[in-house]
């Protein structure tokens, strides 16, 4: 399984390709032969590139392996070496105090009409491990938009054709906004996945 900072690092290697094809090059990513260290390899007319791409964590690790190359690639003949370094965006943590609670209370109070079609009683029990995706604090309020889960308690009290009974947590995209005492003022979007429940 590929770690994310592969899939950024294959990402690069297949956006420098897409420009350098862009560029009039004939491009071989992951070549063969006695290129077959480099990552890409992009020639036009007379001009020769050579290009390793890695990641600013196995840069120290990688520097032999980067001499190696450069001095290989110099003995092929007339041609550029790039060294590219690529960096994982920064991470920017955001909370919201009192949000699950908010998004809860909400949930119980306006059960989704997709909840309620799948039992008799459907009861909102609790709203986890939400993630915030965008915040956006202005003067006319606190615009939050992200993801979670809400564990619902299924009662079906006897009733035939109810699709689920029990206890389940589903996702569910959200996108409010507060007041300033972090009091919902708006719900724009609310969509809980019961996609689990379709026949």
Do not use: W
Not at 35 to 44: P, T, Y
Not at 108 to 117: D, Q, R, V
Not at 149 to 155: A, E, G, I, L
């Amino acid at each position: 399984m590929k770690s994310s900072l592969e899939y950024l690092r294959a990402a690069k290697i297949e956006e420098l390709a897409a420009e350098l094809k862009a560029q009039g090059y004939q491009v071989v990513v992951d070549p063969n032969g006695a290129d077959a260290e480099f990552d890409l390899v992009a020639r036009k007319a007379d001009r020769k590139l050579i290009i390793e791409v890695t990641h600013q964590g196995a840069l120290s690790k990688t520097l032999e392996k980067v001499r190696r190359l450069r001095t290989q690639s110099r003995d092929q003949g007339d041609f550029d070496f790039r060294l590219v370094v690529v960096n994982p965006p920064r991470e920017v943590g955001a909370e919201v105090e009192g949000i699950k609670d908010v998004l809860c209370n909400h949930l119980a109070k306006n059960l989704p009409s997709k909840l309620a079609e799948l039992a008799a009683r459907t009861v909102v029990e609790n709203v986890a491990l939400v993630e915030i995706d965008q915040l956006d604090v202005s003067r006319s309020g606190i615009h939050v938009a992200g993801k979670g889960v809400v564990d619902v308690r299924f009662d079906s009290n006897g009733v035939q054709g109810d699709k689920v009974s029990g206890t389940d947590g589903l996702p569910f995209a959200f996108d409010v906004t507060l007041d300033p005492n972090l009091q919902l003022r708006q719900v724009h979007r609310i969509d809980i996945d019961t996609s689990s429940y379709d026949d």
